[in-house]
């Protein structure tokens, strides 16, 4: 059974740091490009971060570059999102997404609330 597990979130006040978790399970891992997307309320699922495969490629929207850092452990199938300097803006329920052709999973999200 495939599963992507969010952890980490939470409240934070402006320029705090939260570092989020996927564990991923029922799927070979390290075979899969992965994804962090969020989505604001009355906003679109938008794309925020993305690693290749071995780590080695990473890319990231324009809103969070120089503030997050995406990484992965192969060993531990986690891929993580390392949030700096937050803003309020980037108050989001934060998902995880693996993704290679013909395969696109999907974690349940975590809660990131930015505010003072």
């Known amino acids: 059974q495939v599963q992507l597990v969010e952890s980490g979130g939470g409240l934070v006040q402006p320029g705090g740091s939260l570092r989020l978790s996927c564990v991923a399970s029922?799927?070979?891992?390290?075979?899969?490009?992965m994804y962090w997307y969020r989505q604001a309320p009355g906003k679109e699922r938008e794309l925020v971060a993305h690693?290749?495969?071995?780590?080695?490629?990473?890319n990231y929207t324009d809103s969070v570059k120089g503030r997050f850092t995406i990484s992965r452990d192969n060993a531990k199938n986690t891929v993580y999102l390392q949030m700096n300097n937050l803003k309020p803006e980037d108050t989001a329920v934060y998902y995880c997404?693996?993704?290679?052709?013909?395969?696109?999973?999907w974690g349940q999200g975590t809660q990131v609330t930015v505010s003072s």
């Open positions: 997404n693996a993704y290679r052709p013909f395969r696109n999973y």
């Open positions: 029922g799927f070979t891992f390290s075979t899969y490009t």
């Open positions: 690693i290749s495969s071995n780590g080695g490629t990473t």
